[in-house]
């Protein structure tokens, strides 16, 4: 399956001379190219929304910069999937692992990105969406510190976790996008501490934790001072709970006046997620809450200036495609244990590739300070020819 | 909008010289006709299910009894739905209230025959499916007695309230195809008795209980011996709400299978219903069907053989289309109020036209003894004459 949006051919030249000329890159549909509509995953939603005028702040921002806009990629229905199946669209190939889900929602970025068909490609992450299709299709792909980026022109989904991101194949052209989309230039000099997730890596499958460790090794040696702690004293189903509480009840919020006025066409699970976001009782919402506060605080204690944590992106590495909702369920949930500290705690979080399980990529995902995002960039650099 | 589904012409011709020779017939696409797909009024379902190999039973019947078979008409989603508006195949048009819903489940069919497409069409009535559309049209329509007709070839919603119904625009017509499908001749005399329900003529919009009134006075006259009487001694609001616990939840019963297999496309109210459906809790369907066992007992009690009970079919008539979801709640849960005593407790029950508001039909239903669904269609043969 084509990881680009039906419909006739986009392509919009950058800026001659720009400091990515030469790139082409892709967005996810949920970005506004001007004059094209904005799909969102959805036909009701493509349908029922103007086409815009002007190109989202991300897209302009990379065009300004030299890079081609050459396609639209296929989303989950308006962000809300992990997995990368659109009931509509269908599932873009996984070409790290074909037979294999991308992950989602940025389903159709990171597969055009790990099929060669652009160098860059934009997506979304509210709770996972570039960093598990990173992790899955073997990508570089990085969630920036909440609020960072300007998102406009981006369909909202949970707008206290939602944030764009974006994929690339290697680390240079990655830290050449990031240069850019941050608007900053790389550190010189790498993190001086480490903190290994004693829990996150606890949870993946002992086969993801396994593969992993070469790269972890990697790791140790560019950053020598090194302890293991665990990331989520509560654990991590506590604040996946707490993430699963939060983010339907915003997405509801977001597309409550479009769902009730148009009755519009989901996946029967997409519209389960939206049903159980407008029944989540508000006491159970107020939990959470303080669950993310406590998350907040959490993080911020673990990941002063200059230290970095480093965990699994995913517990496994990308199921088949194809698979019954109940089994799929227990995966998402799963998903969600590894990815929900991103939405509840705003921190920047890039997962980079080098391991695979059975022939299937995973990523290792390293955590800064909020605003230290290029610190990120700037280890995933050192960690490629380390 | 076409009252029929798309895809190819059908035309089934009727043995020649049988009682319903010279009249032509459509089913609703619940309703196998073999070679065809039966679509539910769900693109998924209709790719996810084999084509059927032979006819209905109620297909089968007309067609041997000399109708001719003249096309496959719209449905909402899976039969859930009452109001007669489908997100994948459009609204069928309602030719006696042009801009207003025809009413569903069986949309299609009473949509064609309202227009004068057809002479006869088949439909199901779960939860008012067959009453409501005949109500909204104008036109005659029967929910025949529970457990009467034979099932094979349609496609179920909630069997403990499922039935296969039909409409006509007039009485002479109507009386023809129910002897066929009912497999019995009309009764010499008419009732006995007439119990004239003012708990629902109270719960219907005035102006509609005051346009049924010519017809109810004409009905006095036919049977001279009648009485006013509360339908539903705990409300008809509780009885709606123990029919509006069970059906969701055999629905979810019936489709789960599929719904967890291929997490089908529905319109957003059509996957909140199976959602709420597979959330019920158990200790509300036992309250729930304590309820229908009272129910049956005060129908049974009502209604001895011989006795009819009158009272409106849906408390006002069809509401414009594209209605949002907010306002179409209330509306849908005001036509339960009238309609659950049928899949409550399975008496019989036709619709009959002769009454408009604003120039919008509304229906008179008359109800029977289990059994008794003749002694209904023969006082919709004297009521036209009268």
Redesign the interface.
């Known amino acids: 399956m084509s990881p680009f949006v039906p419909g006739p051919a986009i392509r919009i030249e950058g800026r001659a001379g720009g400091p990515l000329s030469g790139l082409a890159f892709a967005a996810k549909d949920l970005f506004d190219v001007a004059g094209h509509p904005t799909g969102g995953g959805n036909p009701?939603w493509a349908r029922q929304n103007p086409i815009p005028d002007r190109h989202a702040w991300a897209v302009q921002t990379l065009l300004d910069a030299g890079a081609t806009l050459i396609g639209k990629t296929i989303t989950d229905e308006v962000s809300l999937g992990i997995l990368g199946?659109n009931?509509?669209d269908g599932t873009p190939e996984n070409p790290a692992a074909p037979g294999h889900v991308p992950g989602g929602s940025s389903s159709g970025s990171a597969s055009a990105v790990a099929a060669g068909l652009c160098d860059i490609a934009l997506g979304t992450d509210t709770g996972g969406s570039v960093r598990v299709p990173a992790s899955f299709c073997g990508l570089h792909g990085i969630r920036p510190t909440h609020g960072r980026l300007d998102l406009t022109g981006m369909l909202p989904q949970a707008p206290s976790s939602d944030t764009t991101g974006w994929f690339a194949r290697d680390a240079g052209t990655f830290a050449r996008a990031s240069t850019v989309l941050l608007q900053e230039t790389m550190p010189a000099d790498l993190p001086a501490r480490l903190v290994v997730a004693t829990d996150a890596f606890g949870f993946a499958e002992p086969a993801t934790a396994a593969a992993l460790q070469p790269l972890l090794d990697r790791l140790k040696r560019l950053v020598p001072v090194w302890r293991e702690d665990v990331m989520a004293p509560p654990g991590l189903v506590a604040w996946a709970r707490a993430q699963r509480t939060l983010q339907p009840v915003e997405a509801w919020a977001t597309f409550r006046t479009w769902?009730?006025?148009?009755?519009?066409?989901?996946?029967?699970?997409v519209?389960?997620g939206?049903?159980?976001g407008a029944m989540t009782p508000e006491a159970d919402q107020g939990w959470a809450a303080l669950t993310r506060q406590e998350a907040r605080g959490r993080l911020a204690q673990l990941l002063p200036p200059g230290t970095i944590l480093v965990m699994p992106t995913t517990p496994f590495p990308a199921p088949p495609t194809g698979l019954?909702?109940?089994a799929l369920t227990p995966l998402r949930d799963a998903i969600l244990c590894l990815c929900a500290q991103g939405g509840l705690a705003g921190h920047p979080q890039i997962s980079v590739p080098g391991a695979t399980v059975d022939g299937r990529p995973v990523g290792l995902s390293l955590l800064a300070a909020r605003g230290a995002d290029t610190l990120l960039i700037r280890t995933a650099l050192a960690l490629e020819t380390a």
Chains 1, 2 share one sequence.
């Not at 769902?259 to 699970?269: G, H, L, M």
């Open positions: 009701d199946e009931a509509f769902v009730e006025r148009d009755n519009p066409r989901f996946a029967f699970s519209a389960k939206l049903v159980m019954p909702l109940p």
